[in-house]
């Protein structure tokens, strides 16, 4: 499309030219294309925006981050209210590589705040930006077990108790369970290596999710080997605590499994159990709260689907507006219906 726009010359070194509504000054497309080309970008890769639209890859890239810069609403701390309970975890531009905080209000689910690093300087940028009134009001923190977060959390939000998420810790038993299995095979023979053939996922599942055929042979190898027939009892029982009535009687329970644990010979349970031990007022803060991480995990699954899409974002601004972008409902893409007919 070809626009003729009036010219007015000015002076020798100035001169205007007539302002067009539906053109950014400098911009070669309009408005409601880079709208298109936008919402195309949250459900396609680039390079398939690219080539529907027979556009270079870097236009496609750089018209989009222009419109998340222009449209997303700012994520400003300083205007929060109404926060009860918060998370805090990170992610990463690409593995190992660009770390980011992302922070969510864990009541209505909403992303918060991206800030670039995972430190505890950056989290406590975030958390020092807060209207008073607001951050005295926050009763819970969910995070990981990482001390970073914690310490931010300790120096600015002294009221707030810190939970752990059951998934994290049970993470780490898994680890614990993989670790004492490779010890177990190389002391095994061949018919006990035989044995524990295949049986690496059948110890990290819960036993409901198992079929008869796995169950037979997980069965089969706890009745065969003593040291991962205790840790799967153990995995059993520290499951088990996240159903206690009361803080007192989850802490009660905690003390009682890492009793049991530190009498084996297993040095990677032990060193699970003293881990436990020190993160013990975190985890058994879930009875207070009843407070998951869920929310932060269903984030993480749609910045790594953004990941995955774009196998892999160099820009690390543009993957901040994006992860921010993903805490929005797509009801301002131009696939729907209200938002195409305000345009045409």
Not at 139 to 153: I, L, R, T, W
Not at 166 to 195: C, D, G, P, W
Not at 274 to 288: D, E, Q, T, V
Not at 297 to 315: F, L, P, T
Request: charge should be positive.
């Amino acid at each position: 499309m070809e626009i003729e726009l009036a010219q007015v010359w000015v002076s020798k070194n100035e001169r205007r030219v007539e302002r067009c509504e539906f053109v950014d000054k400098g911009s070669r497309f309009t408005h409601r294309f880079c709208h298109l080309v936008s919402g195309l970008c949250r459900h396609m890769s680039i390079q398939s925006v690219a080539r529907h639209l027979g556009l270079r890859w870097e236009t496609v890239k750089n018209i989009d981050k222009a419109y998340l810069h222009k449209t997303l609403p700012a994520l400003d701390p300083s205007a929060l209210t109404d926060l009860k309970y918060i998370g805090v975890d990170e992610v990463a531009r690409a593995k190992g590589h660009d770390y980011m905080t992302v922070v969510f209000n864990m009541v209505k689910g909403h992303l918060i705040w991206v800030g670039t690093g995972r430190t505890a300087e950056v989290f406590s940028e975030f958390l020092r930006q807060l209207p008073k009134q607001t951050a005295a009001a926050i009763e819970a923190v969910a995070m990981d077990m990482g001390p970073s977060y914690q310490k931010a959390v300790k120096e600015c939000l002294p009221q707030a108790d810190i939970v752990f998420d059951r998934f994290h810790v049970m993470q780490n038993y898994s680890k614990t369970i993989q670790n004492q299995r490779r010890i177990e095979f190389r002391k095994a023979n061949k018919a006990e290596k035989e044995l524990m053939k295949g049986t690496h996922y059948l110890l990290l599942k819960n036993a409901d999710k198992l079929d008869e055929k796995q169950s037979l042979k997980l069965q089969t190898l706890l009745d065969n080997n003593a040291h991962l027939n205790t840790l799967y009892v153990l995995k059993e029982q520290l499951q088990a605590l996240w159903q206690a009535s009361s803080y007192d009687d989850m802490m009660e329970q905690l003390e009682s499994w890492c009793e049991i644990a530190e009498q084996s010979q297993m040095l990677y349970l032990k060193k699970f159990s003293k881990s436990l031990r020190r993160h013990c007022l975190g985890i058994c803060n879930y009875a207070k709260h009843k407070l998951t991480s869920a929310r932060i995990e269903a984030g993480n699954i749609a910045i790594g689907m953004i990941r995955k899409r774009a196998r892999g974002i160099r820009d690390t601004d543009y993957f901040k507006l994006k992860i921010r972008q993903t805490s929005l409902p797509d009801d301002h893409s131009i696939f729907y219906g209200s938002t195409c007919s305000s345009l045409t």
